[in-house]
Nanobody, 127 residues
Framework: QVQLVESGGGLVQAGGSLRLSCAAS????????MGWFRQAPGKERQFVAA????????YYADSVKGRLSISRDNAKNTVYLQMNSLEPEDTAIYYC????????????????????WGQGTQVTVSS
């Protein structure tokens, strides 16, 4: 069983920044491919960013390219989402997700391919 705990959400003005963290349990975090998704009220959960187990590859939704950056620290079992130039449209609950086998074909933007999810952290961007 893998537990994921997100933190770092909050209320910020448009143009501001936040850094989200996702701490994972388990001794094999370095084997996990990790993703961030978000869900706004009344909308489906959508892909935001993902990073492979080694950190060698990152993926982003077009809407966040150049503003959001995903990274990981395998020594701390943590993945981060640095969010800059935030816009009101970024308001959502942000979830991290883990795909625990690095040997499977990885579809970073497909939420159905992830094995574990955190409880989410709220990000609110005011205009």
């Amino acid at each position: 069983q893998v537990q994921l705990v997100e933190s770092g959400g909050g209320l910020v003005q448009a143009g501001g920044s936040l850094r989200l963290s996702c701490a994972a349990s388990g001794r094999t975090f370095s084997n996990y491919n990790m993703g961030w998704f978000r869900q706004a009220p009344g909308k489906e959960r959508q892909f935001v960013a993902a990073i492979t187990w080694s950190g060698g590859n990152t993926y982003y939704a077009d809407s966040v390219k150049g503003r959001l950056s995903i990274s990981r620290d395998n020594a701390k079992n943590t993945v981060y989402l640095q969010m800059n130039s935030l816009e009101p449209e970024d308001t959502a609950i942000y979830y991290c997700a883990a795909k625990v086998s690095r040997f499977d074909i990885y579809y970073p933007a497909d939420r159905m391919r992830y094995d574990y999810w955190g409880q989410g952290t709220q990000v609110t961007v005011s205009s």
